[in-house]
């Protein structure tokens, strides 16, 4: 069946990187669209952007361009985002889902990322 | 972007009708389809896809949910309620990149 697993939980300080995964089996992931999302209670849930782990071709939010980089590895089926200069803004939980006509069809833990000093 | 609005929670009785709404800013249609879905997230989980494109039920979800509506009107509803159906559900639109509606909670009367 399908399965993502995201890694753990991460505290980093304001102004840092961090790199999330998120493994995944059980389907075609050459020929996938991952996406990646955020919630942060209240504000709901927002997509941060897809990639196509064929080519590596990227489509990111505006909102989020420059903030979040896509990438994949297709040895490992392993999808991972980067996000830089992190502020308080972006502390959240963050999700990667399989991705197929415009729906979110399968999603990963999700992982919490804490920005603190 | 277009905005998805919802009323933030329902309360109901089990074994009851909950019928959940979710207004968009605009037409979500195109060539008869609705680009309108639908999740559940129960507290500490992932978001489960419900409905695609309006009335669709995904794989393995129970035909006590049901979607309806075109345009920028759009429901879910759940007939009869659960007490496993307990959970936050959110709408989402994919005619014009993605965007998701605010949630909303169910809740036991």
């Known amino acids: 069946q399908v399965k993502l697993l995201q890694s753990g939980a991460e505290l980093v300080k304001p102004g840092a990187s961090v790199k999330l995964s998120c493994k995944t089996s059980g389907f075609t992931f050459s020929t996938s669209y991952m996406s990646w999302l955020k919630q942060v209670p209240g504000p709901s849930i927002e997509w941060i952007g897809w990639i196509y782990a064929g080519d590596g071709g990227t489509n990111y939010n505006q909102k989020f361009k420059g903030k979040a980089t896509l990438t994949v590895d297709k040895s490992s089926s392993t999808a991972y985002m980067d996000l830089s200069s992190l502020t308080s803004e972006d502390a959240a939980v963050y999700f990667c889902?399989?991705?197929?006509?415009?729906?979110?069809?399968?999603w990963g833990q999700g992982v919490m990322v804490t920005v603190s000093s | 972007d277009i905005v998805l609005t919802q009323s933030p929670a329902l309360a109901v009785s089990l074994e009851q009708r909950a019928t959940i709404s979710c207004k968009t800013s605009q037409n979500v249609d195109n060539y008869g389809i609705s680009y309108m879905h639908w999740y559940q997230q129960k507290p500490g989980q992932q978001p489960k896809l419900l409905i695609y494109e309006g009335s669709n039920l995904a794989s393995g979800i129970p035909a006590r949910f049901s979607g309806s509506g075109s345009g920028t009107d759009f429901t879910l509803t759940i007939d009869p309620v659960e007490a496993d159906d307990i959970a936050t559900y959110y709408c989402q639109q994919s005619k014009d990149y993605y965007t998701f509606g605010a949630g909303t909670k169910l809740e036991l009367k």
């Open positions: 889902a399989l991705t197929t006509e415009g729906t979110f069809d399968y």
